[in-house]
């Protein structure tokens, strides 16, 4: 079975710095898809970011990018000048394509971050 | 607007009430699935359908049904609610996958559930 671990539950940092979230996760298999979802307090479940596996260059969408470490089972997300608007729970899901079907998407536990003025 | 709506957004009952939460997307996705997210666990997956007709457990079915006669709703349904049922509840739909490849998953806006 697959599964992804958020070793980090809270985390906190001053607006306009960069933090990172990490997110590692365990699967056999050699093709996946990655993702990195956003819930803020209204509780929305946001697409941020994904990353297919077959894909050796990290992904970027605007102020968030992605370490890619596909050895060592990793996906972390970095935030670059970070902004009130990103106080959220933040998710790390994983998922793997079957034939023509979606298959569930795993998520990590969250993390919770916090942007301080 | 592409959307899937869920609704109730809030419901308090009691046990053994029977409720449905419904859940409808306009962008003609094959993929609907249902989730429930609890403090410390994230969001586990409960049922999927990848078609209409189709549905299969996830990775905590028990205690509900869903049915896919449309392809555009996929209702949850919980036929004697439990205290432990008590959680936030998400639906999300997605394109099939072609050739390969994965399309990403459009939440709803969540429905919060208290069973007293």
């Known amino acids: 079975a697959q599964t992804v671990t958020q070793s980090q539950p809270e985390m906190s940092v001053q607006e306009a710095e960069t933090v990172t979230l990490s997110c590692t996760y365990d699967?056999?298999?050699?093709?996946?898809?990655l993702f990195w979802y956003k819930q803020p307090p209204s509780r929305q479940m946001i697409l941020v970011i994904r990353?297919?596996?077959?894909?050796?260059q990290n992904a970027t969408e605007n102020r968030f990018s992605v370490n890619f470490q596909k050895a060592a089972k990793s996906f972390s997300l970095k935030i670059s000048d970070s902004q009130l608007g990103d106080t959220a729970m933040y998710f790390c899901?994983?998922?793997?394509?079957?034939?023509?079907?979606?298959?569930?998407?795993?998520f990590g536990k969250g993390t919770r971050l916090s942007v301080i003025a | 607007e592409a959307q899937v709506t869920q609704n109730p957004r809030y419901l308090i009952t009691v046990t053994g009430k029977k409720l449905t939460v419904t859940c409808s997307q306009n962008m003609n996705h094959e993929y609907m699935s249902w989730y429930r997210q609890d403090p410390g666990l994230g969001l586990r997956q409960i049922y999927y359908s990848m078609n209409v007709e189709v549905t299969d457990k996830g990775d905590v079915p028990e205690g509900y049904k869903v049915s896919r006669k449309e392809k555009r709703n996929f209702p949850l349904i919980l036929e004697s609610p439990s205290p432990n049922q008590t959680s936030l509840y998400f639906c999300a739909s997605s394109l099939g996958v072609g050739q390969g490849s994965v399309q990403p998953q459009h939440f709803g806006d969540g429905t919060r559930l208290s069973i007293l």
């Open positions: 990353q297919e596996a077959y894909k050796q």
């Open positions: 899901a994983f998922m793997i394509p079957l034939g023509l079907g979606n298959t569930p998407l795993v």
């Open positions: 699967t056999s298999e050699n093709n996946y898809y």
